[in-house]
């Protein structure tokens, strides 16, 4: 394999924000592997005690990653008339998860993200009734084991 | 198979992206290959039930 890359020109790049394992890369690279699990709970009545949900609970987060071979037998032979690419102005508002934003040329990029959303959408009436239930199942099995 | 690719002059003025994310990338260069995996685990009640929120302010 043979692999000149061209000189990349940016005069001027915006970004908002950068988070959740994201990178902003300014320059040349050669390997990228980046990862990101994430599990995204909506619950109403907010609860930070209590560890709930777990990466070890969930399937999707122990699923190998997709069989995609990099091999191919395709002999691809690059011309560069131009030794350069030029981007004048670049805006972002936001890169997030696992995500790459890249100013130069980079051999090898290998990204994998995980993400599982739960929505608990019960009432602080309801999650109270089922606590006193749980409790009261707790409490019976005490008195009558 | 031969493939054989020429690159004459890349020149761009402006570039406006919304949001770059989960395993995306946004490159300005070469690169030799790349592989991007991304897996979601939706509930069906995660269908949008709130207005819609624009993520650029133009």
């Known amino acids: 394999m043979n692999f000149y890359p061209r000189t990349s020109i940016v005069d001027y790049l915006s970004i908002y924000s950068a988070s959740q394992a994201a990178i902003l890369h300014i320059g040349d690279s050669q390997q990228i592997r980046s990862r990101n699990n994430v599990i995204a709970i909506q619950q ?42 030029k981007v004048h102005r670049v805006y972002i508002t936001g890169a997030a998860g696992a995500s790459i934003v890249h100013i130069g040329s980079t051999e090898t990029i290998q990204t994998d993200t995980r993400i599982k959303h739960i929505r608990d959408f019960r009432t ?5 009734a089922q606590n006193e239930e749980k409790k009261k199942e707790k409490e019976n099995k005490i008195c009558h084991p | 198979m031969n493939f054989h690719v020429t690159n004459y ?8 992206v919304g949001a770059v994310a989960s395993s995306s990338i946004f490159l300005i260069g070469d690169a030799y290959w790349i592989q991007l ?13 709130t207005p819609y929120i624009p993520l650029s302010l133009r």
Request: proline share 10%; glycine share 2%.
């Open chain 2, 37 to 49: 995996h991304s897996m979601f685990d939706t509930p069906p009640e995660s269908l949008i039930i």
């Open chain 1, 44 to 85: 109403v009545p907010a609860d930070f005690e209590e560890d709930l949900y777990g990466f070890n609970d969930f399937e999707i987060f122990h699923r190998p990653e997709p069989n995609t071979p990099i091999v191919s037998d395709t002999n691809m032979q690059n011309m560069h008339v131009f030794p350069t690419i």
């Open chain 1, 124 to 128: 602080y009436a309801e999650i109270a």
């Open chain 2, 9 to 16: 002059q890349l020149e761009v003025c402006d570039v406006h």
